[in-house]
């Protein structure tokens, strides 16, 4: 594709909230007039593939302006998911630490709660693995008590829970070390679900939470929306970002 027509749909679409499938595929009529849709279908997968544009929805999309999410990875983080891989060599499980938001809070806290979620039937074997292996507070699926009483008070608590199907997850490497961690889709969507663990996150906080998180970097609306669903929290956190956050969400078609 010539660089000319990548650097215009730049320039065309750079300050627009979001663009769809139908109005690309006009701008390409401009310089391909015969252009033919599985050709047009390469096209889209060309700018995709060299990060020109992202997919935020379906047959909607967003110039690649924003950067990638690249949390850093504590050394508590690794440990747990070396001990966890090595064990558990073929298991679905994701990662990620209260500390990651920082980035985006009002508000800087020094809390480092690390949340390990895991296959359903294997939350349990991987608890008593890890409290055996490690020198770190684990907590077993927290009841409001275990929360309000031994989780606020340890200095690195580590919450292992069930991770829910299809939750969007990604991968990040440091090293000789492949981290599943979760993604900002799924980090936003916990936060909104389940505020009694993450109750000091809950208000004011949240909204400025997402609204940095939006202004940052490019989210992908079908997975946050999906796994918004699975959690039953989808309408919920949609009224949630249309009521708070209503720019975001303007001129947005979504399912």
């Not at 627009?16 to 889209?44: G, Q, V």
């Not at 209260?98 to 020094?110: A, D, I, M, V």
């Not at 989210?219 to 929290?233: E, Q, S």
Request: charged fraction near 30%.
């Amino acid at each position: 594709m010539p660089k000319i027509i990548e650097n215009k749909i730049i320039e065309v679409f750079k300050e627009r909230s979001s663009f769809d499938r139908d109005e690309l595929y006009h701008f390409y009529l401009d310089f391909e007039p015969d252009l033919k849709e599985s050709t047009f279908s390469w096209r889209i997968y060309d700018l995709k593939k060299k990060d020109i544009i992202k997919t935020i929805g379906r047959g909607l999309y967003v110039i690649s302006a924003k950067p990638k999410y690249k949390p850093v990875l504590t050394e508590n983080v690794l440990k747990i998911a070396r001990k966890t891989t090595k064990r558990f060599e073929d298991i679905t499980y994701c990662i990620w630490e209260s500390q990651w938001l920082n980035e985006f809070t009002r508000h800087q806290t020094s809390n480092q709660m690390i949340v390990v979620e895991v296959e359903k039937e294997f939350t349990e074997s991987l608890y008593y693995f890890l409290n055996d292996s490690l020198r770190m507070d684990f907590f077993l699926n927290p009841g409001e008590k275990e929360i309000e009483f031994y989780i606020s008070e340890s200095t690195v608590p580590v919450v292992i829970k069930r991770l829910v199907t299809r939750a969007p997850i990604s991968k990040l490497k440091d090293k000789k070390t492949v981290v599943p961690i979760a993604t900002l889709e799924k980090i936003m969507v916990d936060l909104f679900a389940d505020d009694n663990l993450f109750h000091f996150y809950q208000g004011s906080e949240l909204i400025y939470i997402f609204e940095r998180i939006l202004d940052r970097y490019s989210i992908n609306l079908t997975k946050l929306f999906g796994y918004a669903k699975r959690r039953k929290k989808e309408q919920e956190i949609k009224q949630f970002i249309s009521k708070h956050i209503p720019n975001f969400l303007e001129g947005i078609q979504y399912d």
